[in-house]
């Protein structure tokens, strides 16, 4: 591995951790990025001469927290003395992983209710789990120059109010931790849709988004929707594997084979999703972790309700309506036998919400091969191709178009 590649490495497996580290002491989340994008810049200009360090993560630290000192001093005011006393008299701890409760406090600090609602998870999706504007603007599909406006805001918030770098009391939990959760499920989302594999950065984000799910739940055990997001987030990853054949084509849920699907990690979902339900405070999460549920018990018994889903869909709208949840109970609704009805309840959903959402464009188009109506399916599916990514999806969804036959 060349400096490069080593700074490069050492960046994806640890951003998260040295950025909650430099914030929690300079409480100051764009000062923070600036100091670590400094030195992560100095290790691409001296590790080439001077070789790669033996702990690569406490150089960066190290690194970044000298470019603190120096902006610190700058400033010349008076909570900058402050910033710069805690920052010079705070050790370095040799191992960063000591301090993985930073990233969960910078979580919460990014959801304090002084913070835009509109700005939250953004937020600790880019300062916590180190996604890029552009790539955060086009999962909640708005510009990428207004999603950066938000950070700037949202940042800039934390550091003039002061917001303190803790875990609220619980008395204050309430109105952060759906936000902190829903964060760590866009994160996952984020990787889960580039299931090829090709670029580590995703794997190491799943792992991420695993990590803080079961750290919120250790850290608030008395917390359902935790434990249901850990429940739903493990029901997903044990499906993993299942997603790709030999070939490396994409398999949908419904042709996979329950055989490929983790146990392990089945089984933990399903004490994890009972601890949720026993605390009897249902929410959205467990929800959508028991629709998960009911589809996992086709390793079991070889068959899916249908009808339980969309009742767990129905309480799922109820509870968090969303497009998703709109689109799995149309799903459910045409694997019960009735795709027109299924396109019916597809028809009522904004046209705002789905032009660039590819999950629509593709169910709408199995919907109308199912139906005999070739030509609305090619078109469906050629919207859907041009909304994907992954080149296995669009590949799977091309070679269903191309099987298309003609309209009944």
């Keep these: 591995m060349d400096a490069r590649e080593a700074a490069e490495a050492a960046a994806r497996a640890s951003y998260g951790r040295l950025l909650a580290y430099l914030c929690a002491r300079s409480r100051d989340i764009a000062a923070a990025e600036d100091a670590l994008g400094d030195a992560l810049r100095a290790a691409l200009e001296t590790w080439p001469r001077d070789g790669v360090p033996e702990k690569p993560e406490g150089w960066l630290i190290t690194t970044a927290r000298r470019k603190l000192i120096d902006h610190a001093r700058r400033k010349r005011a008076r909570s900058a003395v ?11 701890a040799p191992n960063t992983a000591l301090f993985p409760d930073e990233r969960l406090k910078l979580l919460f600090v990014c959801a304090h209710p002084a913070i835009d609602p509109m700005a939250r998870t953004p937020l600790m999706l880019q300062a916590v789990l180190g996604l890029d504007a552009a790539r955060i603007a086009s999962a909640f599909l ?4 207004t999603m950066g406006q938000r950070l700037v805001r949202a940042k800039t918030k934390i550091r003039d109010a002061n917001i303190a770098f803790e875990v609220p009391e619980r008395s204050e939990l309430s109105g952060r931790l759906e936000a902190v959760l829903e964060a760590i499920y866009a994160a996952y989302g984020a990787a889960w849709d580039h299931i090829a594999g090709v670029d580590p950065y995703y794997r190491e984000l799943v792992e991420e988004a695993l990590w803080l799910a079961r750290l919120v739940v250790q850290s608030l055990p008395d917390e359902p929707e935790a ?8 029901f997903c990853e044990s499906r993993r594997d299942a997603r790709r054949s030999e070939d490396n084509s994409f398999v949908p849920l419904s042709e996979q084979d329950p055989v490929r699907w983790s146990r392990p990690m089945m089984i933990e979902a399903e004490q994890m999703l009972a601890a949720a339900v026993v605390l009897k405070r249902i929410g959205r999460f467990q929800l ?28 799922l709208i109820a509870v968090a309506p969303s497009v998703g949840a709109l689109l799995g109970r149309a799903a459910a609704v045409a694997a019960i036998g009735a795709p027109w009805d299924a396109l019916a309840l597809m028809e009522e959903i904004p046209a705002t919400s789905i032009n660039a959402h590819q999950p629509y464009w593709a169910l709408r ?25 992954d080149p296995a999806v669009r590949h799977f969804l091309m070679l269903r178009m191309s099987t298309l036959k003609p309209d009944r």
Excluded: C, N
Excluded at 82 to 92: F, G, K, W
């Design 288 to 315: 959508e972790a028991a629709i998960q549920s009911a589809h996992a018990e086709r390793a079991r018994s070889g068959m899916v309700d249908w009808s339980a889903i969309l009742r767990l869909y129905d309480g």
């Design 142 to 145: 708005v510009a990428p120059a």
């Design 82 to 92: 402050a910033e710069t006393l805690q920052l010079m008299t705070d050790e370095i």
């Design 227 to 234: 434990k249901g997001l850990l429940a739903l987030l493990l």
């Design 365 to 389: 188009g199995h919907l109308f091969e199912r139906m005999g109506k070739s030509r609305e399916a090619k078109a469906a599916y050629g919207r859907a191709i041009g909304l994907t990514e």
